[in-house]
């Protein structure tokens, strides 16, 4: 099985910065694409930075200069570097992994989607 745990959410200040982490860990063979989705309050989850991997990355407009994802192969962890917050950046912020491995031992290999637990960001003064 595979588990996704996600950290480093927290309150900040306009301007501030944080750093969330996704580690993913068990039964696993690669990961494709890995990304960072966030829901505000009343809104629909929104995607908001997406890296290959081979490293390309894209980003929502809103985030794009501030915000910097990447990923750590050898630790099957990804990072969303977040700088110069705003309170408009407030939501909870999830990981999404595409992961290639078996659900039962046996089983053929096959790319599944896992999401994180969530974290929460508050940006506010």
């Known amino acids: 099985q595979v588990q996704v745990v996600e950290s480093g959410g927290g309150l900040v200040q306009p301007g501030g910065s944080l750093r969330l982490s996704c580690a993913a860990s068990?039964?696993?063979?690669?990961?494709?694409?890995t990304s960072w989705y966030r829901q505000a309050p009343g809104k629909q989850r929104e995607l908001v930075a997406s890296i290959t991997s081979g490293g390309t990355s894209n980003y929502v407009d809103s985030v794009k200069g501030r915000f910097t994802i990447s990923r750590d192969n050898a630790k099957n962890t990804i990072y969303l570097q977040m700088n110069s917050l705003k309170p408009e950046d407030t939501a909870v912020y999830y990981c999404?992994?595409?992961?290639?491995?078996?659900?039962?031992?046996?089983?053929?290999?096959?790319?599944?989607?896992?999401w994180g637990q969530g974290t929460q960001v508050t940006v506010s003064s």
């Open positions: 068990g039964s696993i063979s690669n990961i494709v694409a």
């Open positions: 999404n992994l595409d992961v290639v491995t078996r659900l039962a031992p046996g089983a053929p290999l096959g790319s599944f989607r896992f």
